[in-house]
């Protein structure tokens, strides 16, 4: 038989989680805060988890149908909340997501670093023993390199197909190198480091063959939204590495729910950014337009994207940092 003393403290949260619904049902759940939004998601669970003991108890069958019917409630305030519309996507995108990525802004940074490292040691093994890079990038890159030659001519002959097959390829990336997170993070920070060398190689291979402009003017257009989303990618497989191995005082399962849901939102806002590249990678990276334009297109996207994941959709004064 349940114990009195334990029916009064797990009134408390039942009547806070009755408060919130009262609230979403009189305002929406949008006026619901991040902290609430939380504190929601959290109680729910853990009603459920006491409906479960509840029925488990022959003399408290009016506990059992108060607690079957507030869950019912939350369920529907939860779940009709999450239906997308346009607006909310327009929502998602204008003032959710950039206080997100700031907000998580240390796993974006950390997996930059790991790109960043894996550069350095690209560009050293390749400076010290030029050899490498033709072990790691194949006799034919190089050879191909050496003759002066771009390995993108052949995009500008099938654009349509090429754009659609890029960013393709890119959310594959994108995609793996977050669902390596579940991996203790070790699949992610595996991408994150090789694809560095690959662009550290890549770069000294380049400027062997005095190939750097080339290489680079291709590379800026589309890089400068490309390598952020990857980057954010691989912060939030960092993030959902991080709820998986210090869930801290939640449970496990509690940490990787709310872990994995961060690292999702933080991976779905980069959809645009790796179409968009997609675009620019099939179109304007390796067309014949100058140099100078190429670069300058490369500072306006990058200014415009630092614009929005920084300055963008200032924090309310009620909201959790």
């Not at 114990?3 to 009134?11: D, N, P």
């Not at 479960?52 to 529907?76: E, I, K, M």
């Not at 080339?214 to 589309?222: G, R, T």
């Not at 939102?265 to 337009?289: D, Q, R, T, W």
Request: charged fraction near 15%.
């Amino acid at each position: 038989m349940l114990s009195v003393s334990w029916l009064k403290t797990r009134q408390v949260y039942w009547s806070r989680l009755e408060a919130l619904l009262a609230q979403v049902q009189r305002d929406g759940l949008r006026s619901l805060n991040r902290s609430e939004l939380r504190e929601l998601g959290l109680l729910y669970r853990q009603v459920a988890t006491d409906l479960s003991t509840v029925r488990g108890d022959s003399g408290s069958p009016q506990q059992a149908r108060y607690l079957n019917q507030l869950l019912g409630h939350a369920h529907n305030a939860i779940y009709r909340g999450r239906r997308k519309s346009i607006n909310g996507i327009v929502h998602f995108y204008a003032r959710e997501y950039p206080q997100m990525f700031r907000r998580l802004l240390p796993y974006t940074a950390g997996a930059t670093a790991l790109f960043a490292a894996g550069a350095l040691v690209g560009m050293l093994m390749t400076l010290s023993h030029p050899e490498f890079m033709r072990s790691f990038l194949g006799p034919q890159m190089v050879t191909t390199i050496e003759r002066h030659e771009m390995w993108t001519h052949s995009i500008l002959s099938v654009k349509p197909q090429t754009s659609s097959a890029i960013m393709t390829n890119n959310m594959s990336v994108a995609f793996v190198t977050f669902a390596l997170g579940i991996s203790a993070g070790l699949g992610t920070i595996y991408m994150l480091f090789f694809n560095g060398i690959m662009l550290g190689v890549i770069g000294v291979a380049c400027w062997f063959s005095d190939m750097s402009v080339p290489l680079w003017s291709f590379v800026a257009p589309h890089g400068v939204l490309e390598l952020p989303a990857i980057f954010i990618a691989g912060g939030a497989g960092l993030r959902l590495a991080q709820a998986l191995l210090f869930p801290g005082v939640r449970s496990r399962r509690d940490s990787l729910a709310l872990g994995g849901t961060e690292a999702v939102k933080l991976l779905v806002g980069v959809i645009p950014m790796l179409i968009v590249a997609g675009i620019l990678e099939a179109f304007f990276s390796p067309s014949g337009a100058p140099v100078f334009l190429k670069f300058t297109a490369a500072a306006v996207l990058f200014g415009l994207f630092v614009a929005y994941a920084f300055l963008g959709a200032p924090a309310r004064p009620d909201s959790v940092p």
